[in-house]
T-cell receptor, first 119, second 114 residues
Framework: GAGVSQSPRYKVAKRGQDVALRCDPISGHVSLFWYQQALGQGPEFLTYFQNEAQLDKSGLPSDRFFAERPEGSVSTLKIQRTQQEDSAVYLC?????????????????FGSGTQLSVL | AQSVAQPEDQVNVAEGNPLTVKCTYSVSGNPYLFWYVQYPNRGLQFLLKYITGDNLVKGSYGFEAEFNKSQTSFHLKKPSALVSDSALYFCAVRDIGSFQKLVFGTGTRLLVSP
């Protein structure tokens, strides 16, 4: 597709359920990011992949959060034993290059996000 | 740690008037600054960036931003607002030591009235 695609668009989970959120980045993009956006807040960094390698997972809030990108394209963010505080919009973004090593301030292309509501 | 602040939750402006959305930053070293816009039910879209060079940066949709080092500000501006500019605007800074991570502000909602 032409842009970053995320699915599902909306997800309602009961507390304690596991969820999986999918991101299809722009074809050929090396870098992939996950951000969490709580209501009324700006996006907060969760994790970063360069191809299939997860180079930074410092933003993951707990060990209930797990992300993978096994073939360097599609990525899945999994949340185990969901809690109410996990309710947020989860944004995926991709960029062409590998971590802005050239200092060009590479722009990110964002998907529309998955809105997760934990009841 | 790098951070940005957007002091206004909402900015109201009449169509045709100039608009300013404010952003101040706190960084160690040279800042890499960005503006993104979020329309309803759509992902964030890149507007412009400041890396180095001219303090006035021109971006998409007629927007521009002025980098002011002495005031540590990076305000977003447009000479003549359109109703279609109504959206949520985020200022962001690249996190030092992590070339990949952006740190976003809390966002400013811009409402342009006809």
């Amino acid at each position: 597709g032409a842009g970053v695609s995320q699915s599902p668009r909306y997800k309602v989970a009961k507390r304690g359920q596991d969820v999986a959120l999918r991101c299809d980045p722009i074809s050929g993009h090396v870098s992939l990011f996950w951000y969490q956006q709580a209501l009324g807040q700006g996006p907060e960094f969760l994790t970063y992949f360069q191809n299939e390698a997860q180079l930074d997972k410092s933003g993951l809030p707990s060990d209930r959060f797990f992300a993978e990108r096994p073939e360097g394209s599609v990525s899945t963010l999994k949340i185990q034993r969901t809690q109410q505080e996990d309710s947020a919009v989860y944004l995926c973004a991709s960029s062409l290059g590998a971590g802005d090593q050239q200092g060009l301030g590479e722009k990110l292309f964002f998907g529309s996000g998955t809105q997760l509501s934990v009841l | 740690a790098q951070s940005v602040a957007q002091p206004e939750d909402q900015v109201n402006v009449a169509e045709g008037n100039p608009l300013t959305v404010k952003c101040t930053y706190s960084v160690s070293g040279n800042p890499y600054l960005f503006w993104y816009v979020q329309y309803p039910n759509r992902g964030l879209q890149f507007l412009l960036k400041y890396i180095t060079g001219d303090n006035l940066v021109k971006g998409s949709y007629g927007f521009e931003a002025e980098f002011n080092k002495s005031q540590t500000s990076f305000h977003l501006k447009k000479p003549s607002a359109l109703v279609s500019d109504s959206a949520l605007y985020f200022c962001a800074v690249r996190d030092i030591g992590s070339f990949q991570k952006l740190v976003f502000g809390t966002g400013t909602r811009l409402l342009v009235s006809p």
